[in-house]
């Protein structure tokens, strides 16, 4: 998952290549690093009034110009100056709001942030301001597509409406972030811990067993966060203790989240019909790939024609695999969703002799994220170099990027890695500084996540590629503009870098290059690898039809008449093979449409057709330095400066194929 930059939604040991260098207790800074300042609650307050200010005194001086005399330095270089400016204060405030140790950082930074929301619905919205953008005539192809950009923007945000409905719409996109912290938070606050017995934990790791926490009693005490819920769903045995958490989990969000996203849906809705379209999804879409919710539509009608045969015939052979387990005859049983992972499980273990926890031994935390880092340097022509500098939390790493072709400093990267009280809970890079090539401005990213300190499964190794795409997709990215760098891309195409670069995580060419940073590891030869592989293509019926699922929930909320939130989730839920679990309300958990990805979950799907695509441009080998620094100088560099669509044809040289997709999904990939 990418974290948007901010300020465009808010307020503007060793390796021998000399790929990656640590530098223990390296304190040397160089001009260009740009440290991230960790504030305490205190000043972010101070911090965030001062830049609000600061602010609305540089949309002043634009608004003051008379509109003959507008120009690009005037206008856009100055929006690409206030647009840093207010990224350096923001998006470091938003991060620290979702990893801070401290609940007071927290909740002050959750208040900077409705206040910087407030002040750019407030900018975006005076005709003065947008006046002198119309006016402005760049002539450099990524300055225009700047000026749309923003006018976009403008008019998304109520410029043009008429004096009421103006107000309207800037008391919902304000009412709307104070309801998507509100949501976030209710997850990430939720500190529950669910008691299990011994028995109750039969299957488990002994490595698990000996992290988890225990009562005076002997019994254990298991949370949300995915180390100890995504194991155990896979490995315990006792099948009502499976369902119990299972269930646990589904309702972490509590009843206010759905009382939360049905509000969201309303607003959402009365949003676009401020502007006469019949619903969010056409407000939103019309500004992507799609275009139109119809093409999202038929789209996800042909996910899910591709695996519903593949998803029932993978559910038939879990339950005969459950039946043989409990040895009664399969009519007499069904596969609950608390059962899938699990036999899932059994079933890559027999079939396949693979073990998801076994293969902890093959990845290693701390060599895996080296390993990944080493795999970016050969393929994109970068070397990291860790340092030491001050961060909001021990466990945190830094690395300086350096270009291999002359060792200039081009960009930072944070690792935080380890799950802890009040820290978001999923995997995702925060794109907090953004590059200006223009002002000679280096970007920053971070990694978060919420991994086992000991090792990661093959499942955690591919989110860690995953989630390090969407950080080399920031960090090497030289658009001109600050608002165009990195990840600032159509949402639909935001992930296709980031889960091309999953396959990395996959092949013997780059598994290979572990060896470099782990010599003591247990080798993965070429059996193993294809072994890996065929086990992860099977389940991809479940897997895509489940994703079908979530996208089109999305769509019908963000529909031209959405209901209820969960009374929706269990009607679709329930027309699935696997049916609807009594009990659970998954839509208070589903942070993704409660914030960006709203009308926006199909593409990830979107997204991995032109990812499996531009793959094919590695041929047979994906290790070819020389298409990784094509891919870097074309995908990665531009960011947002030219469309996505353009960029993708100018790579590949030809219109993008699904066919590789649809291979992928059916598992015949």
Known sequence: ?????????????????ACVTALAGATTTPPARPVLKVYDATE??????AAIAKAQQQVGQIEALPVAKVNIANTIDAWNRMSIDAENVFDLIYLLGSVHTEKPV????????????????????????????VAVKPAAPNARKLKRDLLDEFEDTGVALGTGARSRAKAI?????????????NVRDNKTRLTFTPDELRGMPQDYLDKAKRDDKGNYLLGFDYPEFIPFMA??????????????????????????????????????????????A????????????????????????AVRELEKREVEELRSLKAATLGKPPAE?????????????????????????????YFPTLPSIEWALNVASRLYGVTFREVKVPTWHEDVRYYDVLDARGGKFISGIYLDLFPRDGKYKHAAAFGVRSVSKKTGRTPVSVLVTNFDRKGLTHDEVETLFHEFGHVLHGVLSRADYNPQGGTNVMRDFVEAPSQMFEEWARRPESIA?????????????????????????????????????YAAFDMALAGPAPGDALATWVGMETETPLGYVAGTQFPGNFGHIAGGYAAGYYGYMWSEVLALDMLSAFGGNIMNPKVGHRFRDLILANGGQVPAQVLVRKFLGREPSNKAFFAEITGKR
């Open 1 to 17: 998952m990418q974290v948007r930059n901010l300020n465009c939604a808010v307020l503007g040991s060793l390796l021998l290549t």
């Open 44 to 49: 972010i307050k101070s911090v965030c009034a």
């Open 106 to 133: 927290r909740d002050a930074a959750e208040a900077c942030i409705l206040k910087a929301t407030e002040a750019r619905t407030e900018f975006m919205q005076r005709e003065a301001l947008y006046r002198r953008f």
């Open 173 to 185: 996109i304000n009412r709307l972030e104070e309801l998507r912290q509100e949501f976030d938070r």
């Open 235 to 280: 490995n315990a045995d006792d099948e009502a203790a499976r369902k119990r958490y299972y269930v646990a989990f589904q309702n972490r969000g509590g009843e206010r989240n759905l009382a939360i996203m049905n509000e969201i849906s309303r607003l959402r809705l009365e949003m676009a019909q401020l502007y006469g379209l019949s619903s969010y």
């Open 282 to 305: 056409h407000y939103v879409i019309r500004r992507r790939m799609a275009e139109t919710p119809e093409n999202v539509t038929a789209f996800l009608d042909g996910v899910k024609d």
């Open 333 to 361: 049983l069904a596969i609950g969703r608390w059962d899938v992972s699990y036999y899932q499980e059994k079933l890559r273990k027999s079939r396949y002799a693979v073990d998801q926890e076994a293969l902890r031994a």
């Open 513 to 549: 290059l572990l060896r470099l940073s782990c010599k003591d590891c247990p080798v993965l030869g070429a059996d193993l690898i294809g072994r890996l592989d065929d086990a992860r293509k099977h389940g991809m019926g479940i897997k895509y039809s489940r994703q079908h699922l």
